[in-house]
C-alpha cells in the first residue's frame, strides 16, 4: 500500500527558505503518479493548492504563489520536494503532499501532514 | 484564481439527507468534469470520498454521493450518520493544470 510522508522543519525564520520533502513508500512515483501536489492549511482554515509536478515532468503552481514556489522530483530517491521562498507568518500551515494516480481524478492518497511555523 | 464557495456549515439529524453546495466558474466546475470531495476530521488528513465528479473509491460508503450542474457541483450524504460529522472540502481542475478547493463546509449531526 502506498504511502507518503512529508519531512523538513518545523520552524522556519521570516524571510528564508521553507523547504519540505515527501518520500514515496509502496509504489513508484514513475509508474503510479499521474502528478503528485503540494496542499496546505493554516491554522483553523481551509486547504490551499500549492502547486503540482506531472508525469511529463512540467509543473504547475497556484498563481498567488508562484513567484515564490517551487516542486521538483527525484525520481531516484521516488521522492518530491517543496520550496518556498521568502516566507512570512502567512505561510505558517501544516502542509500536506498527495498522489493524483491514475484511476481517479483527485487527489486519492494524501500524506498525513507537516506543521511549519514562520514566527512574525 | 478565487476559491469555490462552499457553505460554512449544515446540519442534519440522523437519517436525514444533507447537501453540499460547490460553486464556482465557467474556468473550473464548469469546464472540467474534474471535481472531487474530500472529508477531513480533526488532526488529521483529508480523506477522497469522490471523484470525476460522482465516481465513489472502494471504500466509500454508498451514502455518498456526487453531482455537478454547470457551475455548481454538490455532495449528498444520505442517511447521515453520527460518523460524519467532519469538515468537507470540494476541489476542481481549473484553467492552466491549476486547481482549486472550496473552503470546507462543517457537517453537524444534531
Known amino acids: 500500500q502506498m504511502h507518503l510522508q512529508e519531512s523538513g522543519p518545523g520552524l522556519v525564520e521570516p524571510s528564508e527558505t521553507l523547504s519540505l520533502t515527501c518520500v514515496v513508500s509502496g509504489g513508484s512515483i514513475s509508474s503510479t503518479f499521474y502528478f503528485g501536489g503540494w496542499i496546505r492549511q493554516p491554522p483553523g482554515k481551509g486547504l490551499e493548492w500549492i502547486g503540482s509536478?506531472?508525469?511529463?515532468?512540467?509543473?504547475y503552481y497556484n498563481p498567488s504563489l508562484s513567484s515564490r514556489v517551487t516542486i521538483a522530483v527525484d525520481t531516484s530517491k521516488n521522492e518530491f520536494s517543496l520550496r518556498l521562498r521568502s516566507v512570512t507568518a502567512a505561510d505558517t500551515a501544516v502542509y500536506y503532499c498527495?498522489?493524483?494516480?491514475?484511476?481517479?481524478?483527485?487527489?486519492?492518497?494524501w500524506g498525513q501532514g507537516t506543521t511549519v511555523t514562520v514566527p512574525s | 484564481q478565487s476559491a469555490l464557495t462552499q457553505p460554512r456549515s449544515v446540519s442534519g439529524s440522523p437519517g436525514q439527507s444533507v447537501t453540499i453546495s460547490c460553486t464556482g466558474t465557467?474556468?473550473?466546475?464548469?469546464?472540467?468534469?474534474?471535481v472531487s470531495w474530500h472529508q477531513q476530521f480533526p488532526g488529521t488528513a483529508p480523506k477522497l470520498l469522490i471523484s470525476d465528479v460522482d465516481k465513489r473509491p472502494s471504500g466509500v460508503p454508498h451514502r455518498f454521493s456526487g453531482s455537478k450542474s454547470g457551475n455548481t457541483a454538490s455532495l449528498t450524504i444520505s442517511g447521515l450518520q453520527a460518523e460524519d460529522e467532519a469538515v468537507y472540502y470540494c476541489c476542481s481542475s481549473a484553467d492552466n493544470y491549476t486547481l482549486v478547493f472550496g473552503g470546507g463546509t462543517k457537517v453537524t449531526v444534531l
Open positions: 465557467s474556468g473550473d466546475i464548469g469546464a472540467y468534469n474534474s
Open positions: 498527495a498522489r493524483r494516480g491514475f484511476d481517479y481524478d483527485a487527489f486519492d492518497i
Open positions: 509536478f506531472y508525469y511529463w515532468g512540467d509543473s
